[in-house]
């Protein structure tokens, strides 16, 4: 068993672990400037290379393997391992439920899980990050009722309107979060 001041050093330790991972400002600066991209992209082009099905879980996928990319590369120079649930067996699941479930065309409700703001929360929670999971939770929950309130809504600006709000919103909490960071590391 723990003492209590044992406990407390340790959760100190992981505080300044993850800030030095930047592991809550990282993804959600990657997950806010992908999700802001796509979101320009929708509301800009009028001809998909993508289904529109796929459209955000691909900015998903695009997103977990940029921070697995990011997490090898700071895995090398520092040694410091990619965390609890890593980033690129999280693209890889979210890839086979693409594949194999085909959630989105079936379930439309069930697309809401596949959207960015909701995997992160999702990885948060596996990776219990706290923080992370906190913040983009809000996000993805004002997103999904934005998305029913604004459902009868069938301008074509919509979706992208509300998805680029929530990628706004995802991108300026992970500077805050970053400005954060930098204090705990010191």
Known sequence: MMSLDEQKELDQLRL???ASRWATSGPLL?????TMAFAGYLATVNYYFVPAPLFWPLCSLLALLALWSGDRIRRDRTGVGEGRLPYGKAALVLLA???????VWFYPLMKMLLWPATILTIMALGQRNKSLALRSGIIAGVMIGGWF????VTADWYDPLLMGC?????TVLGFAERQRERKISG
Do not use: Q
């Open 166 to 170: 929530g990628g706004l919103a995802l």
């Open 97 to 103: 439920v693409i594949a194999a479930g085909n959630l």
């Open 149 to 152: 309130a604004g459902s009868a």
């Open 16 to 18: 300044r672990v993850r």
């Open 30 to 34: 990657i997950f806010g400037l992908m």
